[in-house]
Each structure stands twice: as C-alpha cells, then as structure tokens.
C-alpha cells in the first residue's frame, strides 16, 4: 500500500523530478528487470516513485521507462495512485538517451526555462528527503547540483599502459565524493548542457552532472550530501544489502518480523531465548547419562 502524496506547496517554479527506469540491467539479470524487484515487499521503482510523491516540494513527476517493463510500471503507478505521475515515457539505448527523452517531453509540455528538474536512478530506492530538498535548496544558490557521498577509500585515477592499468593521478581524499542521485539543474541549463553535448556522438556518460561539467565548465556544481543507504542496484549481489536497508526502513528485524511486537505475536528475542534454553536444557541432559 503506497504512502499517501504530500500536498503539493505553492511555489515559484515546477519541481520535476524525473524517475529514469528504462535501463536494462544486464550487469543484474536482463531476464529480471531490476526495476521491477521487490525489496522489502515494493517494487523498487515504487520505492523511487514514492520518495518524490512524499517530498511536498516535488509537484510533478516523469517517469522513463523502455518497452519490456512499460506495462508492469503503468500498472504499478495505476494501483499505487500516485497522484504526481504526469506521463510514463520511453526511454533511449543508454542513460543520456533517457535523459534527452525527459527533456525533450519537458520542453515540448512548455516548462518555463527556471523549472527545477530532478534526475533521479529508479535503481536508488532509499533516496533520503534529506536529499531531495537538499537538492532543491541548493538550485537556489546553483543551476546545478549533485546528492554525493564523500568516499571514504582513496581514489585511483588511471590510463592505459599496454594491457594494463597503472595509476596516473591520486586526488585527495578530502575531495572525492561518489556520484549518487538525484542531480539537479534548472532547466535551461541542463537542456543547453544536453543540446551542446548531442553534436557529439562518441560522447557516453553515465551521470548528467558529466554532461554540465564537460560542456559547460563554468557552471560549479553544487554537492548535495548524500547517504551510504543511498544504494544504486547494479548486480544480484547488491539485494541482500538492499533488504537490510528496506527492513530497517521499515522498521522491522533481519528476519521481517515487525520490531513493533502486538499481543499474541512471538518476539523473536524470546524464542532464540527459548530456543537456546531447550538446546542447553537437552546437552545438560545427555551429560548426565
Ligand atoms: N538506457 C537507460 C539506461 C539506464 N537507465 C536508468 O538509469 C539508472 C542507472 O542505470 P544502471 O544502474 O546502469 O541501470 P541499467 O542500465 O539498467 O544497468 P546495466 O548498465 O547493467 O545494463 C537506472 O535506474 C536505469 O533504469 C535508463 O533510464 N535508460
Ligand atoms: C548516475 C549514477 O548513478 C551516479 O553514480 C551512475 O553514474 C550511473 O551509472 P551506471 O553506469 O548507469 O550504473
């Protein structure tokens, strides 16, 4: 059962928060779209869906989608209700693609050029409301901005020497952050980032800050502090870190049993309580005989 949506709050400008669900997950399991997997017992685009349907600041939502999952999202948005789900449409061969679809859908709907735009992974399910309205403070200050988490390891930057990597720079710790989601432009600047870079057909990157940062290079980029809950699903191994989060989210221990313990319901202290007893109970037995 979804949360109900926040009542949208008066505002100068949309706040659109564009949920990119049309990749294919081949590094998960291309036959099990990854978007589509329960974590906690919600679809994990749900979860995404979900966390801006709850953000009051949030007054529209985009969905993106590729043909294989369109009908189970429709589905889902349909018996969900999510009353900011604006349109679900199709998405392109790689992220950029899917991006470019969004605004182009954005520009052709006539938002104004001020519009704050959200891109966000469906595949980051936990997405914090600490970092969605950070998000949208920071366009306050910034035309761009980035949820990141500050790495804890230090950071490699490497080249090619033959068939090996070697390392070619090590920046510093201090100022090296992991590239999470949502990243949050105005909407003319994000759209004129995309139309520069569209002239550029050898041109792949995997976030859209890439995008600003390599064709407008004197936009600064504002870091938005992120979370290490914050997890993008990329392969299976991924699900069981992903379930630890859903259940703490939820409020219930490792083995999905409410932490909320009702009358009549087993606390699971107890019976590993009772459990360990009997264990004792029967070895002091078998030591007496
Ligand atoms: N053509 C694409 C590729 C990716 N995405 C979305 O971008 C997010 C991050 O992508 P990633 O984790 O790489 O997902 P996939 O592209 O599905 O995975 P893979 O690279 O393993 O195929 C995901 O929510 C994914 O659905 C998208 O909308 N359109
Ligand atoms: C946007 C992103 O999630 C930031 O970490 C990431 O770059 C997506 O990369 P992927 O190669 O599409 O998984």
Not at 107 to 112: D, K, Q, R, S, V
Not at 122 to 134: K, T, W, Y
Request: include cysteine; glycine fraction near 6%; aromatic fraction near 4%.
């Amino acid at each position: 059962m979804a949360k109900p949506a926040s009542e949208p709050i008066a505002q100068h400008v949309p706040v659109v928060a564009v949920v990119l669900a049309a990749g294919f997950g081949t590094r998960f399991d291309p036959d099990n779209p990854k978007q589509l997997v329960a974590v906690g017992g919600k679809p994990i685009v749900c979860w995404s869906i979900e966390a801006f349907e709850q953000c009051a600041r949030v007054s529209d939502i985009v969905v993106v989608v590729n043909p294989k999952v369109r009908g189970e999202v429709e589905s889902l948005i349909d018996e969900a209700g999510y009353a900011k789900v604006r349109v679900v449409i199709d998405g392109g061969s790689e992220r950029v693609d899917s991006t470019a679809a969004a605004l182009d859908t954005l520009a052709a709907a006539g938002i104004p050029d001020d519009a704050k735009i959200l891109i966000h992974d469906a595949v980051r399910p936990f997405v914090a409301q600490s970092a969605i309205d950070g998000s949208i403070d920071a366009l306050d200050q910034f035309k761009a901005a980035t949820v990141a988490f500050a790495s804890t390891d230090t950071v490699l930057l490497t080249e090619d020497l033959g068939d090996r990597k070697v390392v070619k720079s090590v920046p510093d710790r201090p100022n090296t952050y992991r590239a999470q989601t949502p990243q949050s432009f105005r909407f003319a600047t994000i759209r004129h980032a995309y139309d520069l870079a569209s002239a550029d057909p050898d041109f792949h990157p995997t976030d859209d800050t890439r995008v600003v940062v390599d064709y407008l290079p004197d936009e600064p980029v504002a870091i938005v502090s992120g979370a290490e809950t914050n997890l993008k699903i990329t392969t299976l191994a991924d699900i069981p870190t992903a379930e630890r989060i859903a259940e703490q989210l939820l409020g219930r221990d490792a083995h999905g049993v409410s932490g909320v313990v009702g009358r009549g319901a087993v606390d699971p202290k107890e019976e590993a309580r009772a459990r360990m007893h009997a264990l004792l109970a029967q070895a002091a037995g078998q030591m007496r005989r």
